[in-house]
């Protein structure tokens, strides 16, 4: 019923080979990740959906190299030495650092980079202009809304993050407008840059119009059950009427999460 | 237009109290010989401002103060520090702590004089230790209370371990740092005072204590309230200096 696509690509900038996380907590070990393995490709952007408490978060610590695999392991391109992972993470809260100012913190990434200053400013001025931050540069995070706040960390992350960029549910506190807008925003700058993407999220609708691929994981142990392609040309737009065969797909990515509830409603339909 | 909104508000009822104790020592319903009427006191402050004598008692009095607050602060953060890496050393040091915080400060006095000897080491020593203690409690609750999240995000931005500490639990921790320093300022003052009234030849405290042996209710009264101003004055100094230095808090209504 599945069709997976566990296939291993020259070109993969990421690869994760049989992941497995067990933690101990209150005297008993539990596992948060067992037997995870898929690849990702150089710029590609690939989503990781599955229901809550599947160690989605957990299994994005392990790539970002905050956690270290029980078993397994994670190949990601060596960075040069001295410089920063090569994989950088967008946290879903607490994404900026609330004492610095928007501009500080955008040019966080920068500044591990050791760039200096008036460059990493000027890259980072023209980038929180664009996704219409100018003036802003000087307030601290307090005074933005969420959805700037996500906004100022994704730039971080596209100005001066790795060439793997690791997003756990950037937009899942947005309200649905702010979303749909900070999707569109980073479909463009995903577009400029090209950088490799991998998105956590609960949302199908959300993982069918942003990705070329969605990988399901499993709940408690999480484990990956399914992986689909979309084969649509991207960046898509807001508007994309999803056809037959994506909507097929969005059937079958419901039935991978055990919700017959998209079934019925589909079968309804037809 | 704002500081003079603020002022207005802080400072009504005050004005208000004053006038009516004026007034009720003025007709006579209060004594004046035990409630000098404010006119009196502002003639009396005058006086000793005039003849040198506040100015140098206050002056002796903040310089214990500062003295053993600024040593406080520096021992205290330092303690923090390794309290905060030391996970056995937090836990054998806890109870001592919890101890010595809890208690008041004074009952220390006669064994420290004991050792050092009755003079301004023991005195400053005391107020060192009261600074101390806050500055521990709050800064290595500050320590441990980081959000991982912020430490991970620099981690994974390439910062070194240095670097974190500079940039994330340096800045993290500055807004409860500034609470302590608040706290262990007014402690120390207060802890100074009473050591003063206690034992000691100059300073506000032993002022007060003079003009109560004296019975020179007028400087009585000055010297009390002059203390009262102290405070008010480096609360509002910590808390100018706190908006100035902590500018993404917040700010209190």
Known sequence: MYNHLIVTMKDAVL???????????????????????FEVRHGEFVSVIG????????????LAGLLPPTTGNVQLPESAPGLPPAASMVFQENSLFPW????????????MRKVRKAERESRTSRMLERLGLAGR???????LSAGMKQRVAVIRAFVGGGPVLLMDEPFAALDRQTRLRAQEELMDLWDAERKTVVFVTHDVDEALLLSDRIVVLSASPGTVVAEYCIGVERPRDLLWEPDEEVIGLKRRIFASLGLAVGLAQHSCAT | MKTVRSLFQGAWLIVLLLACWQALSKFRVLDPLFFPPPSVLLGTLGSLIMSGELGHQILRTLERTMVGFVGGVAAGVVVSVILAVSITLRRATQPLISALYSMPHLTLLPMLMLILGMNDVSRVLLVALATALVMVIQTSDAIRGINRDYVDMAVNYGAGSFTVIRKIYFPACLPQIFTALRLAFGRALVLTISLELLNSDDG????????????????????????????VMFQGLFQVLEKRLVPWTEPAR
């Open chain 1, 15 to 37: 690869r994760c080979a049989r992941l497995g996380l067990t933690y101990p907590d209150n005297g008993r070990s539990v596992r948060a990740l067992t037997d995870v393995s």
């Open chain 1, 51 to 62: 229901p809550s408490g599947c160690g989605k978060t957990t299994l994005l610590h392990v």
């Open chain 1, 100 to 111: 610095m100012t928007v501009l500080e913190n955008a040019a966080f990434g920068l500044e």
């Open chain 1, 137 to 143: 540069e000087r307030d601290y995070p307090r005074q």
């Open chain 2, 204 to 231: 506000l405290g032993s002022m007060i204590w003079n003009a109560w042996q004296t019975f020179a209710i007028e400087k009585l009264y000055v010297s009390v309230a002059l203390a009262g101003v102290l405070g």
